[in-house]
């Protein structure tokens, strides 16, 4: 069954400060992994999106990386602000369609105190 | 950020009233998808288009109802609602991503609607 898996399921850190939240995925066959923000009431946006020769990928203070072999993924946020505060949403696709099938975690809710 | 527009943003109506959920896009996508979100939970697929006059029910099971007239519009229709239906509808379009080939496609969601059935 293709699943994916993310945590922690919450997090809480003070302004500044660093943090990596973690997505373990069973999709096959994989296409791309992507990494979502969706703030409260809002859509999800898209933060960055790697395919399987891709092992990091960047945007801003936004670092992903991904090992195909293990099947996991994380983001690494830098010198974290309020303006973080969101769900993270790891979001894997596979190969399989034409339509690009999405699998979506349930996200990590991430909270910065100032 | 997308030009992907979804309305009303909210909306609390009685049980049994038939109601519509508005998304456009001027970005010319062919791909249209309606997701299900309750407060917590993943993103559940109940609907997508691949163009006009195409439409398919997505992995969730779903009362409602879409179609698919214009390339830009792709509105999500529930005859009765019910209490049960409360939760957050968002609808999202999709391109290929020219970095990563024809299927990788990057999809851009809408803001969402909250839909509150009393």
């Known amino acids: 069954k293709n699943q994916v898996e993310q945590s922690p399921q919450s997090l809480i850190i003070l302004e500044g400060k660093n943090c990596t939240l973690q997505c373990n995925y069973t999709v096959s066959p994989f296409s791309n992994l992507r990494w979502y923000k969706q703030d409260t009431g809002r859509g999800p946006v898209s933060l960055t999106i790697?395919?399987?020769?891709?092992n990091t990928k960047s945007n801003g203070r936004y670092t992903a990386t991904l090992d195909a072999d293990t099947k996991q993924s994380s983001l690494h946020i830098t010198a974290s602000q309020l303006s973080d505060s969101a769900s993270y949403i790891c979001v894997v696709s596979d190969r399989g369609s034409t339509l690009g099938r999405l699998y979506f975690g349930r996200g990590t809710q991430l909270t910065v105190w100032p | 950020e997308a030009d992907i527009y979804q309305t009303p943003r909210y909306l609390v109506i009685g049980t049994g009233k038939k109601i519509t959920l508005e998304c456009s896009q001027t970005m010319g996508h062919d791909k249209m998808y309606w997701y299900q979100q309750d407060p917590g939970m993943e993103l559940h697929l109940i609907h997508y288009s691949y163009g006009v006059n195409s439409t398919e029910k997505g992995d969730l099971s779903s009362e409602s109802t879409v179609s698919r007239i214009r390339t830009e519009h792709f509105p999500l229709t529930l005859e009765s609602a019910r209490p049960s239906h409360t939760s957050q509808y968002l609808c999202a379009s999709s391109q290929p991503n020219p970095g990563t080939g024809y299927t990788s496609y990057e999809q851009y969601f809408g803001p969402g609607t909250r839909l509150t059935v009393t």
């Open positions: 790697m395919t399987f020769s891709e």
